[in-house]
C-alpha cells in the first residue's frame, strides 16, 4: 500500500530525509520512531503529496506519488500534526464541509458516513457544539473522523496523541486499534508505549535514515547479546552476591535497589545462550534462602530507541525490578 524507494528531501544545506527504502503492506499498522529532526514528519508530508522529493520516488496504493498528487490525497487519509480545523463550525458541519471536498457530493450518502464516523469516533457527546469550544482530545478525535470521512484504505497519522493527557491519550489509542483492523495505518509518535500498544511493525529513523526496522520484540531481541536475570533472594546480603558470583556461566551479578525490606535484589548476567534460572534456583535450594521473585529482563523498546539513536549502552537505563513501573512509557 506503501513504498518508498531512495526518498530524500533537503531543506539548504540540511537533507531531512535521506535515501529512504521500505514497503508496507495491505492491513499493516507501522509506527514511526525517531527523535525530533529525525525526518518523521517530513517523509509523511513526501507520502501524502504535501512535498515533492529531491531524489526517489514514493508510491502509494500503486500510484507515484509525483506523478499523481491528486488522486493520492483523494484516496488516503492523513491526519497532520497541527490538526487543522475551522473553530466557528459546528462539529457535523465541519465533517460535512470536510465530506464535500472529498467528493461525497450527495447530500444523503454524506449524511450517512458523517453519522458513521461520529459513531466511530465517539463524537455523539459533541454534537451541536462549535470546534474552537472542543478539548483537546475531542479535537483529535474530530481530526481522524475529518481523516476517514471519505473510507480511505490508508491513513497516514502524525502525531496522534500529542499534546494530550494520559486518559485522552488511551482514548485515541482505542480508536486507532478500531480503525487498524480495516485499514493500513502508518503513524508517528514520541510515545513508546503507544507504538508497543496499537503498531505491528515499527521503523526508527535517526538523521533522516531508517536505523530499525522489525516488531518491538525483533528489535530487542537483534540487539539483546547477553541474558539477564532478575532475582530476589532472602537470606544474608553478605553470602548471596559472592554465591551468586561464583555461579557457572555468571558473567556479572550486579546489586538492585530492594523491592521488599527483607529480601536483597540482584541481576545477573550471562552470555545470551546460557539460562541461569536452574542454577539459581539450585544454589538458593542448597542454602535454604526463599526466593522472593526472579523474572528474566528483557530489552524494552526505550532501550532500543536510546542505543540506536544515541549510541546509549543497553542498560544505560538500568535494571527494572519488578514492581518499579511498566517500560517504555517516557516519551522519547
Known sequence: MIRAEGL??????????????????????VGFLGPNGAGKTTTMRLLTAFLPPDEGKAVVMDLDVADHPLEVRRRLGYLPENNPLYDNLEVTD???FVGRLRGLADRGPRTERVKAVVRTCGLASVVGRKTGELSKGFRQRLGLAQAIIHD?????????????????????RDLIRELKKEKTLLLSTHILSEVVATCDRVIILNAGRIVADGTPDELAG???????????LKGPAADILPSLERLPGAAAVRPCPKAGQAAEGFVLESEAAKDLREDVFALA?????PIMAMSQEKLSLEDVFRALTTGAPEEASGPRPPGAGPQGETPA
Not at 222 to 232: A, G, I, S, T
Open 285 to 289: 535450594a542448597s542454602k535454604r534462602w
Open 94 to 96: 465541519a465533517l460535512h
Open 222 to 232: 537483534n540487539l539483546q547479546d547477553k541474558n539477564r536475570l532478575y532475582v530476589e
Open 8 to 29: 530524500t528531501k533537503r531543506f539548504g544545506a540540511i537533507t531531512a530525509v535521506d535515501r529512504l527504502a521500505f514497503e508496507i503492506p495491505v492491513g499493516q499498522v
Open 152 to 172: 480511505p484504505d490508508v491513513l497516514v497519522l502524525d502525531e496522534p496523541t500529542s499534546g494530550l493527557d494520559p486518559n485522552q491519550v488511551v482514548e485515541v
